[in-house]
Structure formats: C-alpha cells, structure tokens
C-alpha cells in the first residue's frame, strides 16, 4: 500500500518568545507545504528519502516514537519527503515532516488517531530533538487553520476567520530557533523583571489581537502587530533588514507588520488593504526582501487531494 499525505508550514502572527513562557500566541497554517509519502516495501528496513537533510532526523524520531507507543512490527517501508518550500524561510518544514510522518504512519497502519494523538506526539518528536518550543508549530501543522495556542497545547482554539490579507517577506537569512531562545532564556536570569514585562505587554496584544481578528478590524490588528514588533526589538531578536522591511511596508500602507518567528533573520509579514498590496511588496523589495506568495488560515494534516 501506498499513501501520499501532507502538513501545512506556519507562520506566527502575534505572541512569539512570549508564547515559550506560558502566554498565548496566535499562529496561522500556510500554503506551503510538505508531502510525505509512505510504502510498504518487500524488504524489512526502513528506507528514508528525505532531500532536505534535516527532514531525516525529524523522520527517524517521529517513526521510534511511533514505534515505542504503538509497538508495530514494520516490515519494510520506504518514506519520501517532498518539500514545496525551503527550510530556509522559517515556515516550519521540520514540525510539517513530523506531523506528516505521525498521520501516515497512523494511516498506514489503520490507527485512525486523533488530530490531538498526533499533536501530542509530534510534540514529544520536537522536543527530543530541538529540546526548546512551544509547539505551536506542531498545532499549525496538524490542525491547520488560524489558531490561539498556549505551549504544549494546553489550550488550542480555532479561531473562525477568513483568510487575512497578508504579505511575507523573506530577509534572506536563515535564523536558529533554538538559538534565539536560548538567549532570550540567558537573558531571563539577568533581567528577569524586565523581560517579563515585555511578555506581559505581548500577552495582552495577543488578546486583544484575537479580538480583532475575530471582528475583522485589520486597522487594530495592524497597530497591534506593530506594538509586538517593537516588543521584540525590545527583546533584541529583530534586525536591520527586518525592521527596514517593516517600516518600508508600514510607509507603502500596511496596516501594520512584525517579524514573524523568533527573528535574528527568516520572515516578516505585513497585513495590508487589498489595494495596498502590490505596492507593499515591491516597497519590501526595495529595500532586498524576497516576496514569499503563500496563503494563510489552509487546512492541517490530511491525505494529499484532502489539504
Ligand atoms: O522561528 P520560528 O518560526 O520557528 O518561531 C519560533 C517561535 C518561538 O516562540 C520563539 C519559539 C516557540 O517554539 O514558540
């Protein structure tokens, strides 16, 4: 038997690094997706044929994992990734292979588990491998859709929104997640009170910026994405090019933008009035960013035709 399923990427909308410490974040799905395909094979090993290096060891863990809870006897199988996108960009290829590896192996060996099994494992599959994360990255990649997210999982509410006018930039460097986190975490233990308050403040636009995207008021929700991106610069994780990009899309009409992830390079994004939009991508490319065309608030998880 053969079968071919796929994850959506992600892109953070408000709430990072705050997110790590219990606050809540709010994350959207992307269009730009992983495909895995999965096939019995007559050997008895497991084959892994993964372009993107990184992707293995996403794909070896998430199989042990499934191994150690389901105890299957595999005969042979033969796993392929494909990516339609870059690991380069930030969108998350690692927790999209690993979401896409758990619901194929599920499917494949007629588990028919949860969207919430599958969370939970992928969640364990991150963290024995990067250590660090909220998972919400893991919740974008199974659940699909926009989503209000506090770590772990312990809260994972869909928010019932159309697709949001967006446009991504990409700066052109590739940041360390877990990097970023680690300093933020350094920092923590000097500048504990201060730091908290940043989170605080970035909780706060996190509720408020649910609300507002709920009544479809992209002026607030604007002004708030602007007020996290200076919090972040706050936190240090921000850099030239990406407050460029910001501000160069801010000038061209964008209702607001912020860097999208835990920064030191990867995306930005900037929501924008349609008639806006054009004019905002090439002020991004003016000032060196890539225009990265995805959509956002797509489906989780699912058999390929399905996502
Ligand atoms: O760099 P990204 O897009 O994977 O986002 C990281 C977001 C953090 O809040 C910094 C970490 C996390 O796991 O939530």
Redesign the pocket.
Known sequence: MKISVCAPG?L?LLG??A??YGYP?IVTAVSSKIKVELENTLSSKIQIDAPQVKDVSFVEESIRIFKEKFKFKEDGLLIKTYSEFSSQY?F?SSSAVTVATLYGLSRLFNLNLTKKQIFDLGLKVTLNIQK??????IAAATFGKTLYFIRGGKKIEKLNIDELPLVVGYSGIK?S?PK??QQIKKRLKKEKKAIFKIFDSIGKIVEEGKKSLLEKNYQRLGKLMNENHTLLKKLGVSTKKLDQMCEASISAGAYGAKL???GGG?CMIALVPLSKKETVEKAIENVGGKILKVRNNVSGVGYEKNI
């Open positions: 992600k953070m990072e690094h997110v790590v974040c930030g998350g660090v994360g909220s998972g919400f990255d940041a997640t970023i986190v999208s992830g835990a990867d």
